[in-house]
């Protein structure tokens, strides 16, 4: 590199600093320290790597890069400054109210794919990324993370560094910007490089250490990275906190907060500079496509048959790949228990198997769904809780995700409490903008899977192991926020609210009532977030009464989200809520049901205490 | 090795083998073939390097065996029976309701520490409790954890890796039991010992390859782990899933099922046998005695000054463990943000740094309390989420730990959505047995702390970034279960339930609508579970509406909480809940409270809507 071109880098890394600072000084918040460790790096990749054409963030041929140590959020901004697309007045609204320039980035900048902020995500989402141009799109594009040091302690980082170098991502490049000092104090392992060096070497990773205020050496060192074939490269980059001012430079105590003088230390880095920064543009890729194809042609279940709704997820799934061509499926090595199986065999090249990591098996669905794909991604209902940090920052990230959590509840039978899905309908309903799906039939499950796919947000699919009775025709329609009045007349003294198996088995408990001369109406509750609140109403006024039921804790789930539908000021029904209270254990499913309170029978005694006790007429 | 002991232990293996085919049959259900490949590990552990009183499971010199891949439970209880514990009739009720030999292992066992069935949990809690062995107890035991190969997948493992070779843990045995076949098919490695042993050894363990089943080889294997200094161990078996069962043996599709014909594998495997294994007693060591101690001498707070939750909590932990010996703290590379740092200052030998690695901070928790310690471990409230299914598995293993989650809810302001929590509240409460808590001032955080170090379960205590007034005295009592009605007249025409910031929110309300003759009650509902019903239920028939205000989603959290506590078939009053609906940018604390409407003013509006909607008297 010629000598002037080098400190061109370096005083574009010097501008980035500053700006940092600046941006943490006008915010009077925000992590200028962080950032200008990783500042080098940054202005040697944005002047002379990155291939982004940011006037079409939407370009198939331009690289994604992702700040995965989102606190160093400055720096980010200020490389928008120096490309040109962010100008000075707005880089100083950071952190204010109504800006773009939130804390930790997130997509309401056109630039930023993912949502950043909790540590070790940014490398997991990124390998999804790097996955769909390598194995979908054949596309020319790089994916560069820039990482913290601290977050390399995260677990998710080493499923992704496994799971990136198993599928050969020479697309991917991860920068570690080595500054030795996270929130409270020194790292693990400081500046020893080869700690970092020898943990992903022996990942499979091609790794380059390097002196990250070296900006001849960092670019050697991402041309280097870029060439690398077969392998994730790992660019491990020694550097030293608040670099370039004395005062804070790799001090402890001074990370996540402004400078103490701000003006001393922009003179102290040469004072502001305005170096316009012309970013390579990509290189001409073609826009996918994905010719819209039909509906589905999903598969249709005879009434009265005993077909498990996992079966139904898998079929439908392969049903909806075949219709769609950006369905893509992945599994946290359980595909065989998912069903995900029937999509896998149907369509092996949009199918990634993700093993048993379900912190990457998330991940990986928000890296794809950031190019454009329609990820299903499954495991057990209780593992998906694994990836609970992941589906939060989904949210945050705007993402599109469709999660399928299967075995809920205590009808699993004799694999005991550690398999149980009893937490999932709490987790999924407090995501926000989540969609929260719970169908108790084969043909029902099949039109949910169709329907999810169109919507936005976290959409959750909740199914069960064991086969119940296709109770829908095959052409019923089913909604996100609607329900199914399974049985009513104009005497109903009790509404039973189910969803999943507790439907069959308020089914029975009607058929036991029946005997005894009480009617009760069924509602069947499949979408439990959005809730309808509208036929609870008619049902509330109706009988005055609910009493809801589900394979789930009594905590956060249906009888939550029951109660939440009355929350709108107006007279409430009397409610009451059974669930799953105790800690099970090994036993039959039909045990289960029962030593939970939640079967046909329980269903049936709630229902007659109510009615003796002569508190619904 | 002489040739007959050998032969004795080959002997021992196929006995644990048969006796899993006998259990996995008898259950019609379960993990024979996954029992089978460790058989011969587990028989050379249990004869010749595991040192166990089974009568006296409490001995403090007893080694620690952790099943990992909880799923080879019929291995366990075979052990269990060799070792003279568990008789041939209790064997044959694997899986049966009522059995304490259940699916998965839980600690209805006297000899089971923790459950295990979420896979890559085994070595995370195997580290707390050899952290606490090596440097609270300088106790001589071991602990074992057998672990599959597929669970090396998890990011969890190499949290715990880590952790275990930064701290040293010599004195911590990882089994890995590589059979190469997962679930569904081959595992990413398959019988590739080296790669982990390679990233093992990066890991900085020691580490041995080994036939897992050459019992002589095995023997050795174990015998220089326990012999390794400064360094934990991993002894890597190459093993055959089925082994000794020609129609099984390292074959697909075999996972997860009794053996196609159980008569035959047992003749296979050389017929039933009764080998009674004796167990070497452990080591003479001391009992640990934790002295009572007096009553914490709790941290005063001044009415009307301003302080953070979060630093009350700090500082009334520092002075619990001045009082208690037995508690421990863990940071999670947040101490100072959590205020833990307060601890660490005060009681540095029993301060654990777990690195940004919250499922390893709570593991390890988990494993400290199986070791009879009184575990507080803190990060980010957002964060804990990271650890979801560790705490779900904490239940299960009845697990008494002391979660807190600092900068809770939109109140933190400039930093944005990734930093605050906003879920927390729906995720603890959805756990079996566990206690919410959430104080709104700093004398009720200290209370709090000492309150919740006497319970069982999971407790999880929600604190507060910035400071709010002090309003209760020093000596005002909390408790779990309880409420304060902090303002109450005869005339209230509506309850505001409110906690933690909102608490100072809604106690600006009343004063606002004080001005316009509306008389409020207002309820500090700092227990969110279990839920003060009585109080709400004496609001609710004072008032006849109840207005939640929470900085939370709207589900799962105080809005959730209050219904719950009306779920009893009694009236139910008007419900409204505020929380936050809308996805939070940066923004000052005042603006986010204002923008979530959840601020006094909101609330006030609220309560206004309603008295002249006239639902309300």
New interface residues.
């Given amino acids: 590199m010629p000598r002037e071109a080098a400190r061109e880098l370096a005083d574009l890394g010097q501008q980035l600093r500053v700006d940092a600072v600046r941006a943490a000084a006008a915010?009077d918040?925000?992590h200028p320290t962080s950032s200008m460790s990783a500042a080098d790096l940054a202005a040697v990749l944005l002047a002379r790597h990155l291939h982004y054409d940011f006037d079409d963030p939407d370009h198939p041929g331009n690289d994604r890069l992702i700040l995965s140590k989102?606190h160093a959020s400055p720096l980010l901004y200020a490389m928008y400054r120096a490309a040109g697309v962010v100008d000075d007045a707005e880089l100083l609204t950071f952190?204010?109210?109504?800006?773009r320039?939130?804390?930790?980035p997130?997509p309401?900048l056109p630039w930023v794919d993912v949502?950043?902020?909790?540590?070790?995500q940014g490398l997991p989402v990124g390998v999804g990324m790097a996955l769909a141009g390598k194995r979908l799109e054949n596309a020319p594009y790089r994916v560069w993370v820039l990482s913290g040091d601290?977050?390399m302690?995260?677990?998710?980082?080493?499923?992704a560094a496994?799971h990136a170098a198993?599928e050969h991502l020479d697309n991917l490049t991860l920068i570690i910007d080595v500054n030795r000092l996270?929130?409270?104090g020194p790292?693990?392992h400081g500046w020893d490089l080869d700690a970092y060096a020898?943990?992903l070497?022996?990942?499979g990773w091609h790794t380059i250490e390097v002196d990250g205020h070296d900006v001849e050496a960092v670019d050697a060192a991402f041309a280097e990275a870029s060439a690398t074939r077969s392998q994730p490269t790992a660019v491990i980059a020694r550097t030293r906190k608040g670099r370039g001012v004395a005062q804070v430079e790799d001090r402890e105590g001074q990370h996540g907060k402004p400078l103490p003088d701000a003006d001393a230390a922009i003179e102290e880095l040469g004072g502001p500079r305005f170096v316009r920064v012309e970013v390579s543009p990509p290189p001409a890729a073609p826009a996918r496509r994905h010719p819209a194809g039909g509906p589905p042609e999903l598969p249709r279940f005879e009434a009265g048959d005993s077909v498990a709704t996992r079966d139904a997820y898998g079929q439908a799934l392969a049903a909806l790949g075949s219709a769609r061509e950006d369905v893509v499926a992945l599994?946290g090595?359980?595909?065989?228990?998912t069903r995900t199986?029937f999509f896998a065999k149907a369509h092996p090249e949009r199918y990634f198997e993700c093993?048993?990591?379900?912190?990457?098996l998330v991940a990986a669905a928000v890296g794809l769904q950031a190019r454009g794909y329609v990820p299903f991604a499954a495991s057990f209902a209780?593992?998906l809780?694994?990836a609970?940090?992941f589906v939060?920052?989904a949210?945050?990230s705007?993402a599109g995700i469709n999660l399928v959590g299967s075995h809920a509840g205590v009808a699993i039978g004799?694999?005991?409490?550690?398999?149980m899905g009893?937490?999932d309908l709490?987790?999924f309903?407090?995501?926000?903008?989540s969609t929260v799906l719970y169908p108790c039939d084969a043909n029902q499950t099949a039109q949910l899977v169709a329907e999810m796919a169109e919507l936005t947000g976290v959409r959750y699919l909740r199914t069960s192991r064991g086969g119940t009775p296709v109770i829908y025709g095959p052409d019923e329609e089913f909604r996100p926020g609607g329900s199914k009045v399974l049985r009513s007349t104009g005497r109903d003294r009790v509404t039973v609210v189910a969803a999943g198996v507790t439907v069959h088995e308020a089914l029975r408990a009607a058929e036991l009532l029946d005997r005894e001369g009480i009617d009760v109406r069924i509602i069947d509750l499949y979408s439990v977030?959005p809730v309808d609140a509208e036929t609870l109403r008619e049902a509330a006024e109706a009988t005055g009464?609910l009493v809801t039921v589900e394979d789930h804790?009594?905590?956060?789930?249906i009888?939550?989200?029951v109660?939440?539908a009355?929350?709108?000021?107006?007279?409430?029904?009397?409610?009451?809520?059974l669930g799953v209270q105790?800690?099970p254990?090994?036993?039959?499913p039909e045990?289960q049901l029962h030593?939970a309170g939640i079967d046909a029978e329980s269903i049936a005694a709630a229902v007659r205490?109510?009615v003796e006790?002569a508190?619904v007429r």
């Fill in positions: 915010a918040s925000g989102g952190r204010r109210r109504d800006s320039l939130e804390g930790h997130t309401r949502a950043t902020g909790s540590l070790g601290s977050e302690a995260e677990g998710s980082v080493w499923e496994e198993y996270g929130q409270r790292t693990r020898r943990r070497a022996a990942f599994d090595e359980v595909g065989d228990s199986e093993y048993i990591a379900e912190q990457q209780a593992f809780t694994r609970h940090d939060r920052m949210a945050v705007r004799q694999d005991g409490p550690s398999q009893l937490e709490a987790m309903r407090a995501v926000h903008g977030k009464c804790r009594v905590q956060g789930g009888g939550d989200a109660a939440e009355f929350a709108d000021g107006r007279p409430v029904p009397r409610l009451v809520r105790h800690m254990a090994s036993a039959s045990d030593l205490l109510l006790r508190v």
